[in-house]
């Protein structure tokens, strides 16, 4: 039955996708209502920038299951008057002289690591640094159709309840997340509205104010206030300890590519130079695409470059050797490993004998049993957000509720998840050493590919972002699939530690039997799993063309004008 509500008109659901072409601007996100907010404030007069802050206020307003107001933002920014690339780092931070404050039990994030952590917020200072830097429009405009969404509200998507309801031990943990989730005692249904009046008038406060109502204002006041009495003995001060830090872009060379990606704390620029460059050498452009012999060279290159991803981090804290990271005879060595695990027998006998009664066997080859793999469940809220202005300023960005705020907390209208940050680390994804003005080491993926210095394209993800990038950057480059074609095509995880590949369930069924004589089981996720990701990409087409597309993964939905 077709829904009444007019907004109805805005839900997309998982599945096939359209692409727009020959636009002057363009646009890709994971929401129909963000990207018509994107293209409705270029229309205005806004630039790639100014679009950026209205869409990500706007996204926080209406996927509250996704991001919100407090969390991580990471941008990648091509200026066109200057050509110049610019990388803004505004993940949560973390207070000087305190210890990690985690106010939910490990038992109720449903997760096998530890509990979040509380951390300062890093949204609200990022779309400051932004606007002062870069923005046009009037700070109050952008904020504004945030407000009406948070008091009109959103209708809820079938993708939205379900990963909702996935997530109620952790979001309901305490009575204010009840009454936000649950406002009339159970979650919004599908086709229902789900209205926040109370971030709205927060937003206002934001509009008047501007970004500092929720960094030194009103709002970062009563954060505090709260953080001390669940017991995190912050002060209002800690809240602008750390402001966002702007960075030089890190450049690799990939063929006759350039490839603009993250410079480090960031690890994913360092992990795309390892991974490329392992797979030139063992030849990825001779192979055939999803055939046996590309599926195990790139999970053993995605595995191996994630192991020396824990050999860099943020430069104040140690003079991590990152030019050995990037160097082309390092990764010629660990090719040279990788060609040396291939068998030179067939192990088919072998993977039935060791992998046990729970393997199917068909006629196919040794594979295709569910994955139960805790890494293919990881929480992957966040958003992408692809944008070309009419100048040529190119945003790749990501808003995101990790690392964002007091876990399980509500203030505002806003929703909070923490940091999965380890403290510990040499592989984890979220990495920190706990010394003054150190930044986080994340997955994030905004990634910029450029032919004879100009961008051709803009790209990134949410969700197992750190081995899907270069996953769909060997589609494009070295396989050359069309941009939609490179995004759709089946994702892997890396190599797993007990020598298996956990992969999107649409592999070819000699590839399967190719595995199996390597000695790799495979197990398989849903055919397309959000977890993999939502690419948001925009890119110019072989005639100079400027155009947009969205993952069939999840909601999205690329626009132009």
Sequence with gaps: MTNPDPLARYLRDPGPKSSVRGVSVACSTDNAIVTETILDTMRAGGNAIDAAIAGSMVQAAVEPFMTNHTGTVSLLY???????????????TFPEGLAPFR??????????????????????????????RFGSRDWASLVEPAIRWGEDGHVVSAFEYAVTVSEQDFITYFPEGRRFYMPKGY????????????????????????????????????FVAQANRMGWPITLAHMTQNPPRWIEPLRITHGAHEIVTLSPPEQQGVFLSMVLGILTDLGIRDMAPGSAEHLFSMAHAL?????????????????????????????????RLIRGMKPKVDLTEHLRLVRGPGLRADEHGLAGIPSLDAQTKQPSGSCELSIVDAEGNWVQMMNTLQSGGIPGAVIGGVPMVGSHVTFAGVTGHFDIKLVPGARLRTIVGNTFVLKDG???????????????????????????????????????????????????????ADSLAGLARLGVPVSVMPPYDWHMGSFQMCYRDASGALCATVDPRRCGEAGGF
């Design 303 to 335: 595995r191996l470059g994630l192991y020396f991803c824990g050999f860099t981090g943020d430069p104040i804290v140690a003079s991590y050797d990152t030019a050995q990271l990037l160097d082309g005879d390092f990764h010629r060595s660990l090719a």
């Design 187 to 222: 979650y919004p249904t599908v086709g229902e509205r789900f209205r926040n009046p109370a971030l709205a008038e927060t937003l206002r406060g934001v509009a008047r104010d501007g970004a500092a109502y929720m960094i030194e204002g009103a709002w970062a006041a009563d």
């Design 103 to 132: 106010p939910i039990p490990k038992m109720a994030t449903g997760y096998a690591r530890l509990p979040p952590s509380a951390c300062i917020p890093g949204f609200m200072p990022a779309m400051q640094a932004m606007h002062a």
């Design 454 to 508: 100009a961008p051709v394209f803009g790209l990134g993800t949410p969700g197992n972002v750190f081995c899907t990038v270069p996953q769909v950057l060997t589609n494009l480059l070295d396989f050359g699939m069309d941009p939609y074609d490179a995004v759709a095509a089946p994702r892997m995880l890396q190599l797993g530690e007990d020598g298996g590949l956990v992969m999107e369930d649409r592999i070819a």
């Design 78 to 92: 091509r200026e066109a008057a200057t050509g110049q690339f610019h990388q803004l780092h505004s993940a949560g």
